[in-house]
Nanobody, 123 residues
Framework: QVELVESGGNLVQPGGSLRLSCTSSATRFAIYTMSWYRQAPGKYRELVAV???????STRDSVKGRFTISRDNAKKTVYLQMDSLKPEDTAVYYC?????????????????WGQGTQVTVSS
């Protein structure tokens, strides 16, 4: 079982910035594909950004050029730098970790979620 703890959510004005962090309890953090999702009230959870074990990163079109995902394997932490925030970015942001065999052992493989952190963009 992998535990994920997010932090960094807050109330921020439009145009502002936040950095979300997600720290993992995994022994071999480096094997996991790490992602950030978000869920706004009344909407489905959507993928925001992903960084693979090989450090290949991508973001959804609506946040390209504003959000950056990165990972620090030594700190077992993934980050989401969010700049030029808009009211439509308001949501609960969730961290996700995925790993599968054969790279992951039976005890390591799975699809794990954090508890979420609230981001509110409002003036």
């Amino acid at each position: 079982q992998v535990e994920l703890v997010e932090s960094g959510g807050n109330l921020v004005q439009p145009g502002g910035s936040l950095r979300l962090s997600c720290t993992s309890s995994a022994t071999r953090f480096a094997i996991y594909t790490m992602s950030w999702y978000r869920q706004a009230p009344g909407k489905y959870r959507e993928l925001v950004a992903v960084v693979t074990a090989g450090n290949s990163a991508s973001t959804r079109d609506s946040v390209k050029g504003r959000f950056t995902i990165s990972r620090d394997n030594a700190k077992k932490t993934v980050y989401l730098q969010m700049d030029s925030l808009k009211p439509e970015d308001t949501a609960v942001y969730y961290c996700n970790a995925k790993a599968a065999a054969p790279i992951a052992t039976t005890s390591e493989e799975g699809d794990f979620w954090g508890q979420g952190t609230q981001v509110t963009v409002s003036s």
